[in-house]
């Protein structure tokens, strides 16, 4: 059956079509889109930190921070200079030169004495090594302590760690320092190198990486004694802690965040030196450590490279400097150091 259009049907059909077809017609427009606001921030510019360093193992952990810095690609912005001295350190510290610093752990213990109220005060962030230190000789006489007595020791450190824990090893072995032990103090550890590889018969007292290069250098010499394992025989209740980091505390109240990365960062730094000796070594030489990448490697182990902070800190470090306190308050700045010595963060 075909379908047809009735009359209704076709006006009402004429009804739309010029409905749809007139200018007067209703429109819907889309509504215009929202503008969306663009906030722009501020590029994140990194903080300068100028680090003061020692040439030895307290610097072979930042390799890695030192590199990432070199190459732009650290959080911050690190400026670590490398000293051979602490005594060149000592007055950077005491007038707010640096940001931080990797001293010797009784230095920073002296520092805190010395800063304590000024605008350069410290405190310690961390331990960075522990025991490196070693009795070095051209020959085969020192089998203990006592077997110093009447002998010369070369050694750097003099008002440092390895002055102090050559004195009270000394003392509880019956020695007196300057007495029956002549204590002979230079300048560099290179100096202590090139003393007992010219002298039959020399004894020095070195740090890694040091007695690798030393003992590379000539066959003749040997370990003699490790002062971690002589201390332990005499202070069975404490560690020997060779190296610290400390921050001025007027920096780290500016700039906690920067502080906050960079423990981060020399975490890292330690990690993957002790991790990945091999790859960390030609950093080390290049430095101005290590003279060649082989010693570097063979040494990174010997070192006892770390990164120790927080509750275990104190509490090792607190020991370390009591034993040093009770042979010597002189050693630790005159008195033990308070609480606000141990970073909290």
Known sequence: MKKTLTASGALLAALILTACSTGNAATVTS???????????????????????????????????????TKGTAPEDYKVQMYASPDEVVPLVAKGSVDMALVPSNLAAVLYAKTKGTDAQISVLAINTLGVLNIVESGDTIHSIADLKGKTVYLTGKGASPEYVMDYLLEQAGLKPGVD????????????????????????????????????????????LDLTSEWAKVSPDSQLITGVVVVRNSFATEHPDAVAQFMKDYAASTEWVNAKPAEAAPLIVAAGIVPN??????????????????????????GYLQVLFNADPASVGGSMPGDDFYFAG
Do not use: W
């Open 31 to 69: 509504p215009s889109p929202t503008a969306t606001a663009v906030v722009s921030q501020a590029p994140v510019v990194p903080v300068a930190v100028n680090i003061a360093s020692l040439k030895g193992p307290t610097t072979m952990g930042l390799v890695g921070l030192m590199d990432d810095a």
């Open 181 to 224: 032990v002549d204590l002979q103090f230079l300048s560099e550890h290179t100096e202590v190198v090139a003393k007992l590889t010219a002298t039959p018969g020399a004894i020095g007292v070195l740090p890694q990486p040091f007695v690798t290069i030393a003992e590379a250098a000539s066959p003749d010499l040997r370990t003699a």
């Open 293 to 318: 990448a082989t010693l570097a490697e063979k040494a990174i182990p010997l070192c006892y490279i770390t990164d120790v902070s927080g509750a275990a800190m104190k509490s090792a470090l607190a």
